[in-house]
């Protein structure tokens, strides 16, 4: 991405989540439109931690199944607010 800031002048904003099972509407209220809300803002870098979620999930099926829903769900709601990164971490 280019800014036509300085990168000192640049506004990025981070955040992460963990797939810790299926999205519902508290995720989306509490967690994901709040880190959406940014994207308006700034140049924008999500991460789902999947490592973070094996506190709690320990079926390795599972964990890929939830990690790739969140994904699919947090990039589809960020097409629409312009430039960001996504990844796992």
């Avoid at 964990?63 to 607010?81: D, G, K, M, P």
Wanted: hydrophobic share 35%.
């Amino acid at each position: 991405m280019s800014s036509p800031l300085p990168a000192w002048q640049w506004s990025i904003a981070q955040d992460r989540s963990a797939p810790t099972g299926e999205p519902h509407l508290g995720n989306y209220v509490g967690a994901i439109l709040p880190a959406l809300d940014l994207a308006d803002s700034y140049e924008s870098i999500y991460f789902i931690a999947d490592y973070h979620a094996l506190t709690t999930i320990r079926d390795p099926a599972l964990l890929r199944h939830y990690t790739r829903t969140q994904s699919r769900r947090l990039s589809t709601e960020l097409r629409s607010r312009g430039p960001s990164i996504c990844g796992n971490s």
